[in-house]
């Protein structure tokens, strides 16, 4: 008797566990889409530490051509959105997901025939082409499927699942490096093989008809991409998502570079605090992204992460001048500040461009959005380098002007935008914000 309630009372525990972390998000396919994007993310995390040391050490080339065809490979895949959003909206939001997965599947699946710097300029375009719509092919999925209300804190459960599968995926990379050899084709069969699984999973996902249908009635609006070059709003928010979103070029970039060659602390903490920043934000993605309801509540949002990441920009910048005990304290606390920017912005991301999108075109307009993004993980390393080509101790200060300004600007545009936008009754609430 006393250990069935021992089980019981571990049920329950876990279960609140559970509830603390994902919040309550409910929508039809919850388990078979988060089963999805666990296994897709843990492939990713799987193939992502090890893709340039199995090009280098595997297959011999040199560290600069690798470097070379990614970049040249990226920025290609940029040019590829439009398209991605055309797919989106002619063909629906999940049959356009299962295609780009399918390009996934089978592009990072050739990188086991690699043997040439062409070769895998060619296969790392289309693999990060595919990628790139992926991502945002998922949203919109999501939105089909999940009430309006509910559609943030869904995606801040997407990400938390992203988060988990990553390290699930980089404990896996890290067995696989201590074999070496042939576990290299190992981990890039099988990070093909989980898009497959992805595949398999979300076929089965019940259709979202009242949308889709609406979706399909919408025939005679041909305007496509001209539609969303005439909203300028649009466009302004989305190149303003290129300075909001420095803040993963502040933590993969940056920040390893400021610990190992400014600060006395030890190199270790680079990872350390990588690993900080993925468990802090499985755990309070989903809780801190619950208020963030609807349009109203995102200029808030961005603001509070503008003031987050002064704050670490302040830490960060500090740990420079002190020794090593206090600087690896000033490190963990701006790394808790980097973070809480990173959800804020994301949700803020989420909110702008799935609300000020015409649900005609959604497609379209997340590939347009996607694109500021897609750009600061092109060129942020770049930024990166010249801001310490010019001067070490304005690293910081300029990456959260950038930043913050990009925050600040963005919750402008959304404020003067909302008296238009909202219903009566959203506007009561929004005038009860504070300005």
């Not at 571990?10 to 388990?31: I, K, N, S």
């Not at 002619?90 to 025939?113: D, I, N």
């Not at 910081?396 to 600040?408: H, Y």
């Amino acid at each position: 008797m006393s250990a069935g309630r021992s089980d019981s009372r571990r049920r329950v525990r876990w279960a609140r566990a559970v509830q603390f972390v994902f919040g309550q998000v409910e929508f039809p396919g919850a388990r078979r889409w988060g089963a999805a994007l666990l296994i897709d993310a843990t492939g990713s995390g799987l193939l992502r530490p090890i893709t340039i040391l199995y090009f280098t050490v595997y297959r011999h080339l040199s560290v600069s051509n690798v470097g070379l065809a990614l970049g040249v490979g990226g920025t290609i895949a940029l040019c590829a959105a439009p398209l991605a959003g055309e797919a989106v909206d002619r063909f629906g939001p999940k049959p356009a997901l299962l295609l780009f997965w399918v390009v996934e599947a089978t592009s990072f699946g050739s990188y086991a025939l690699v043997r040439s710097w062409g070769a895998l300029v060619i296969a790392s375009t289309f693999a990060l082409a595919a990628t790139t719509s992926t991502n945002w092919a998922k949203t919109a999925v999501l939105t089909e499927i999940v009430s309006g209300h509910q559609r943030v804190q869904a995606l801040s459960l997407q990400r938390s699942l992203r988060n988990i599968g990553f390290g699930i995926g980089g404990l896996l990379a890290t067995a696989a490096l201590a074999v070496g050899g042939d576990a290299y084709l190992v981990v890039i069969f099988t990070d093909a093989a989980s898009y497959l699984v992805a595949i398999v999973l979300v076929t089965g996902l019940p259709a979202a008809h009242v949308r889709q249908r609406a979706h399909d009635l919408e025939t005679t609006d041909k305007s496509g991409y001209l539609l969303v070059l005439r909203d300028r709003r649009y466009l302004v928010l989305a190149a303003l998502d290129f300075f909001a979103h420095t803040n993963q070029t502040a933590l993969v970039v940056a920040l390893p570079l400021w610990i190992v060659f400014h600060t006395d602390a030890p190199a270790a903490m680079a990872g350390a605090l990588y690993t900080l920043n993925t468990v802090v934000v499985v755990l309070f993605q989903v809780r801190a992204t619950a208020g963030i309801r609807q349009l109203a509540d995102t200029p808030n949002a961005y603001r509070r992460a503008a003031a987050a990441m002064c704050m670490a920009a302040g830490a960060y910048l500090l740990a420079h001048y002190t020794g090593e005990a206090l600087a690896i304290l000033l490190l963990v606390l701006g790394l808790v500040s980097l973070t809480a920017t990173e959800i804020l912005v994301s949700a803020g991301e989420w909110s702008v461009s799935l609300e000020l999108a015409d649900e005609r075109h959604r497609g379209k307009y997340l590939s347009i959005f996607s694109l500021g993004n897609g750009l600061q993980t092109a060129v942020g390393a770049t930024i990166v380098t010249s801001i310490l080509t010019i001067g070490t101790i304005w690293l910081w200060p300029a990456l959260g002007v950038m930043i913050a300004a990009g925050c600040v600007a963005s919750a402008q545009v959304i404020r003067r935008a909302l008296p238009r936008l909202l219903r009566p009754d959203q506007r009561l609430t929004m005038q009860d914000q504070p300005q």
